[in-house]
Every structure is written in C-alpha cells, then in structure tokens.
C-alpha cells in the first residue's frame, strides 16, 4: 500500500509542479507581453481539469503519508523531530498554496483583465516556487538533506 501512495503522491506531485513550471516560464511571459487575459485563461481551463485533482490526490495521499511517518497529529508540527519537522514544513507550503490558490480564485480570475494581468502573475510566481519547494522537502524525506 505505501508503494501505491507514494507512486501517487509523485504522480499528482509531477503535474502540479510542471503544470506550474509550464505556466510560470513558457505561458506566463508571453501573456505579459502580449496582455492576454484570454491565453492565460484557456491555459488555465485545460490544466485545471488535471491541476485540481492532482492537488487533492497529493493532499489526500501526503496526509496519508505522514500520518505513515509521524503517527501522532499533535506532532506534525513539533520541528525538534527531523521528519516531524518535513511534515510541518509541507503542510505550511499547502496553506500557503492554498491561500494563493483561493485569493487568485475568488479575487482576481473572475475579474481578470490586462489591467490585473501583474497581480495575477505575482500569484502564479510564488505558487510555482512552492511548488518546487514540496518536491524539494519531498524528496528530502529520503535524502535527509534538511537534517
């Protein structure tokens, strides 16, 4: 079962994370320079038929392997434990995904338009970055580079 979890959570991981860098470095600078709400936004309709379920795959299977790892909720956050400390460290980089994801959602998507074309991208930016850094802690699990 663990193996199936962690093919998953890689899996959903590689889509959320390229799907991030596609945007990030090929879709995004063109959209600026162009000040096209409309690419961004056909962009984002088809990734997000795959980007969202991704996401709740690696929610779902990441609590599932932390709770694997650190048993006890009560100490995903104590960041005196090396793998306690990885797990808090992947649940702040969701809240923060998530707040990003939300504000981008709820604020700026249902209004977009070449006048918020910047702000939108300052959200696209740090959530490709944390992005990156879920793979990075990630992958630390194994390698220990973080303790």
Same mark, same amino acid.
């Given at each position: 079962?663990?193996? %199936?979890? !962690?093919?998953?959570? &890689?899996?959903?991981?590689?889509? /959320? $994370?390229?799907?991030?860098? +596609?945007?990030?470095?090929? &879709?995004?600078?063109?959209?600026?320079?162009?000040?096209? @709400?409309?690419?961004?936004?056909?962009?984002?309709?088809?990734?997000?038929? +795959?980007? &969202?379920?991704?996401?709740?795959?690696?929610?779902?299977?990441?609590? /599932?392997?932390?709770?694997?790892? +650190? @048993?006890?909720?009560?100490?995903?956050?104590?960041?005196?434990?090396?793998?306690?400390?990885?797990?808090?460290?992947? !649940?702040?980089?969701?809240? %923060?995904? +998530?707040?990003?994801?939300?504000?981008?959602?709820?604020?700026? &998507? @249902?209004?977009?338009?070449?006048?918020? !074309?910047?702000? !939108?991208? /300052?959200?696209?930016?740090?959530? $490709?970055?944390?992005?990156?850094?879920?793979?990075?802690?990630?992958?630390?699990?194994? $390698?220990? /580079?973080?303790?």
């Amino acid at each position: 079962m663990y193996g %199936a979890m !962690l093919l998953l959570h &890689i899996l959903a991981a590689t889509i /959320w $994370t390229g799907g991030h860098l +596609v945007l990030a470095i090929a &879709i995004l600078p063109r959209v600026l320079r162009e000040r096209s @709400p409309a690419r961004l936004l056909e962009f984002e309709s088809a990734y997000e038929r +795959v980007g &969202i379920p991704a996401l709740v795959v690696q929610v779902a299977t990441g609590l /599932w392997l932390a709770h694997r790892m +650190v @048993p006890e909720f009560s100490r995903w956050f104590a960041f005196g434990d090396p793998v306690a400390t990885l797990v808090g460290v992947k !649940l702040l980089l969701l809240a %923060a995904t +998530v707040a990003f994801a939300l504000d981008a959602r709820l604020r700026l &998507i @249902p209004e977009l338009s070449e006048k918020n !074309l910047t702000a !939108l991208a /300052w959200h696209i930016v740090p959530v $490709t970055l944390v992005s990156v850094l879920f793979v990075v802690v990630g992958v630390s699990f194994r $390698t220990g /580079w973080f303790y």
